[in-house]
């Protein structure tokens, strides 16, 4: 019997984790290598596009995560004092792009893409370092505090401040400052009902949105300089920021500890790569491609950079070939809405809700087309059909 290929994944997030399955799938050999002591997220959660469903579909898992999920209902967007300047249609978004907007906890996701591995497949607690890219007289050479691990590929899921990506690409500039910084929080919130939307003040936005399992989903951004921490803690910075906005935000914020809100600066990758790829070695997600979370597209394009690197896995250039046109205009679109987003000047504001507004009643499905070439993407052919995992591989 040949000998399985070997493919040693940095990092066990969602796009490693997804990529680890595909090839497992495959029938090759994974490892994966998670700094972190546990594969446990941060507490956030992720929406997943009608595109990432269908890429989690090659690998079996696309059902059970819709049957998990909270279908993100009717919505739409407000302004701070709580009017409508645009609904959403959850029924109209399905039909058009072929299956339904949902929203879940990152952990759930996790958990279940980890599952699709056999036991000892992830290793945590395991900083890696790329020693050789290799080559194709050569395998890939990965370190680890326990050794050196030799691999047909090495998958590079090590996130937007990615060691692998500098080792490959020493003169690229890296992610930039986005110009704004993050809130997330996950929460039960007694009491609360209300459609899922998404509010636009000055220089800052507020999301709600409700998770099936009774839980609420809140994010925040606003513009702030890089590196800024609130003087006392982020919940009492977000009081001070968005306590007078319209409900359900007050009630959000008042069942929120100091503890439950995480803060984040936002960088993206404002210069693409010249590649996805080096030697044996390709990267995935935000090591690629960071983008801003305006789109909601960061995680959905891991997923989908996994499935095609696995249709690839024997021709990595036609992976880069594959992915960079894509992400990049994605990646571009989504720096776009974030400039919209977190506008400052009053009077274009002004014109902005006003727009919006009015082309929102004038062409209902307008802004469904900012999600077309995204949301209705498709995986390639599987060339791995078959539902049933290698013999070798259990």
């Given at each position: ?9 940095i ?15 495959c ?169 899922s ?16 399992d ?52 936002v ?14 070695v390709a ?5 690629a ?38 992400t990049t ?15 400052t ?38 060339p ?11």
């Amino acid at each position: 019997m040949a000998q399985s290929r070997h493919a040693v994944v940095i990092g066990g997030g969602i796009g490693g984790l997804t990529a680890a399955a595909a090839l497992h799938r495959c029938g090759w050999q994974v490892t994966v290598l998670e700094r972190a002591r546990s594969l446990e997220p941060a507490g956030a959660a992720i929406s997943l596009a009608p595109n990432s469903l269908r890429a989690l579909d090659v690998i079996g898992l696309g059902e059970e995560i819709r049957d998990l999920a909270a279908w993100e209902g009717d919505g739409g967007l407000r302004t701070p004092g709580g009017r409508w300047l645009a609904r959403s249609d959850a029924a109209a978004t399905a039909e058009r792009f072929g299956g339904p907007l949902v929203l879940l906890h990152r952990a759930t996701l996790i958990h279940s893409l980890a599952a699709q591995l056999p036991p000892g497949a992830v290793r945590t607690a395991a900083a890696a370092t790329l020693a050789d890219p290799g080559a194709a007289d050569r395998p890939a050479r990965v370190s680890t505090p326990d050794g050196e691990l030799e691999a047909d590929l090495v998958v590079a899921a090590d996130g937007i401040q990615s060691a692998v990506r500098r080792t490959l690409f020493p003169d690229h500039p890296g992610p930039v400052y986005s110009g704004f910084t993050t809130w997330r929080v996950v929460i039960p919130v007694p009491g609360a009902e209300f459609a899922s939307h998404e509010t636009w003040g000055r220089g800052r936005i507020w999301g709600t949105h409700p998770l099936k399992d009774g839980r609420v989903y809140a994010y925040a951004a606003a513009t702030a300089p890089a590196g800024e921490h609130a003087p006392d803690d982020e919940k009492a910075e977000l009081l001070r920021r968005y306590g007078d906005w319209h409900d359900p935000i007050p009630a959000v914020l008042a069942a929120a500890r100091p503890e439950d809100v995480l803060r984040h600066d936002v960088h993206h990758i404002a210069e693409p790569l010249p590649a996805y790829h080096r030697g044996r070695v390709a990267l995935v997600g935000d090591a690629a491609h960071a983008m801003p979370p305006t789109l909601g597209q960061g995680g959905n394009q891991a997923i989908e950079d996994a499935i095609v690197l696995a249709h690839h896995r024997e021709d990595l250039a036609a992976y880069s070939a594959a992915r960079l046109p894509r992400t990049t205009a994605i990646a571009r679109q989504a720096v776009k809405v974030g400039r919209l987003n977190m506008m400052t000047n009053r009077p274009l504001m002004a014109v902005r809700d006003t727009a919006v507004a009015a082309l929102s009643k004038a062409v209902p499905g307008l802004f469904l087309r900012s999600f077309e070439g995204i949301a209705d993407w498709r995986p390639p052919q599987q060339p791995y059909a078959s539902d049933v995992t290698p013999a070798g591989n259990r």
